[in-house]
């Protein structure tokens, strides 16, 4: 894509330094964050893409084998995450919490900041000139859909709710929902 975008397109997230800070984390809370983007990326066929009669059928093909592949995948996931769940004690769960909530942070963080570029890329290359009002609207709806995909889908995609709930306390759900409240509003 970026060869036929016009110029100026900017991703903010340097891969390194994201594989980094995922990377120095704890696996339970690694294997949750992985289980959970398996789950939003379904959903997202499930609700966007699935649903649309008028789509292309070779097009609806394509993403239907995908999901049936991120089928797979989120269940080899969970299975991982469990079996981590089962390794750790109490106190290294209870530090994983704390994990999952930096590393969903972490996310949140990148998307604000990608909301941010791609309405800034928007309004250089829309073709008109934009108001301040304008700019700051493309921004704000840049970053709730963002947060909607990235972040609120998957954490409450039914599975991901009951798997969480599980593996975790009612003190580490209470932390979990606490962490994620301003993104869940904002959406």
């Given at each position: 894509m970026d060869a036929r975008m016009p110029a100026g397109h900017a991703k903010v997230a340097e891969p390194n330094a994201v594989a980094r800070?995922?990377?120095?984390r704890r696996s339970w809370a690694v294997l949750a964050l992985i289980c959970h983007i398996e789950l939003f990326v379904q959903r997202h066929y499930e609700e966007s893409i699935a649903p649309q009669a008028e789509l292309c059928p070779l097009w609806k093909d394509v993403f239907l084998f995908h999901w049936r592949e991120e089928c797979q995948h989120a269940i080899l996931d969970e299975l991982?995450?469990?079996a981590e769940h089962e390794r750790i004690d109490a106190a290294e769960?209870?530090?994983a919490v704390d994990?999952?909530?930096a590393l969903v942070g972490a996310v949140d963080d990148i998307l604000r900041a990608q909301a941010d570029a791609d309405a800034s890329y928007f309004a250089a290359t829309c073709g008109r000139p934009l108001g301040t009002r304008q700019r700051a609207h493309v921004g704000e709806v840049l970053r709730r859909a963002y947060r909607w995909q990235y972040v609120v889908s998957g954490a409450q995609h039914p599975r991901f709710e009951r798997l969480l709930a599980e593996m975790t306390t009612?003190?580490?759900q209470h932390r979990i929902a606490m962490a994620l409240e301003p993104i869940v509003a904002d959406v």
């Open positions: 800070a995922v990377l120095g991982e995450w469990r769960r209870d530090a994990d999952l909530i009612p003190g580490q």
